[in-house]
Every structure is written in C-alpha cells, then in structure tokens.
C-alpha cells in the first residue's frame, strides 16, 4: 500500500512539474516575441536611407531618417536642408522600402556604367539598420538598377516637394 501512495505521489508531481514547465516556456515565448517587436520598432526609428551621387562640380546627398528629409549640394555638409515628409508620402516610400530586400543591395548591378569615366554623376543607396550598413555597387544617376528604381524615384520626389523653399 505504501508503494503504491509512493508510485501515485511521484506521478502526480511530475505531471505538476510538467505544466508548471510548459507555463514557464509559454509566458517567456511571449515575453520574447514582445521585446522582439519592440526591438523591431526601435530598429525602425533607426533606419537611415541615404541616397548620394557626386562627379566633378556636382553632389547631391539625400538622408531619409524617421519623419525627416535631409537633402543638401554643398560637398562641405555645412548648407543642410531639413523638411517633414507628409504622411502620405512617407506611407508610399514606407511600402516601397518593404518590398526591397535590402540584404542583397551590394549584389545588384548597374544597367550603364558611364559614370565609370565621368559622363554621368556617380550614385549609390546606403541602407544603415541598426548597426549594419546594406550599400549598392556605384551606378548612373538617373539609371538605377531596377530593384531599386521606385525606391530612388520615390526619394527624389519627396526632394524635390521641398526643394524650392
């Protein structure tokens, strides 16, 4: 009789101590997935677009971070024009950035390469998330590689919204 009190005693602690474990896993699982949202959005506020295109006597750099464009021509960085980008523009930019894989920026390839020998400004797209910098291969400004030619449209649009003020 006392072996088997013993045998029911010990099987009733382990199924316990079986749930009290998938509780325990279950309330860290969601604990996870909360600060991982939450580590999303912050990677979020901190994500830099930065679209520059330089030759002789001529640069353009272009920052999108949060709610703000910085665009400026002044090689120096001293003449640095900021604006909020509206809602809807913002919107539009945020949905196209979506759909970029921005991992494989550094593969892509330019459809001409005359800013190679000075007849077209050079460009390129740097992406910064986080701690990580995604950046496109040199290519023509005003000929983008397809993958990212919304992208670098939609920019210049949201610059050009601003730049006669």
Not at 45 to 72: C, H, N, P, W
């Amino acid at each position: 009789m006392k072996f088997l009190f013993s045998l029911l005693t010990i099987i009733m602690l382990n199924e316990s101590c079986n749930s009290t474990k998938e509780a325990t896993l279950n309330t860290r699982e969601a604990e996870t997935s909360v600060s991982n949202k939450k580590m999303q959005d912050s990677i979020d506020d901190q994500m830099v677009i930065e679209y520059r295109a330089s030759t002789r006597g001529f640069f353009e750099l272009i920052t999108i971070k949060g709610d703000s464009i910085s665009f400026t021509n002044d090689y120096n960085l001293k003449r640095i024009n900021t604006f909020a980008i509206p809602a809807e523009e913002k919107e539009e930019f945020n949905r196209l950035l979506s759909e970029l894989d921005i991992t494989t920026l550094s593969e892509l390839e330019a459809p001409s390469k005359t800013h190679q020998y000075d007849a077209a400004p050079a460009a390129f797209l740097k992406v910064t998330k986080g701690d990580e910098k995604f950046m496109s291969p040199s290519f023509d400004h005003g000929k983008p590689p397809k993958a990212i030619s919304d992208i670098i449209e939609k920019i210049l649009s949201i610059k050009s919204l601003f730049e006669k003020q």
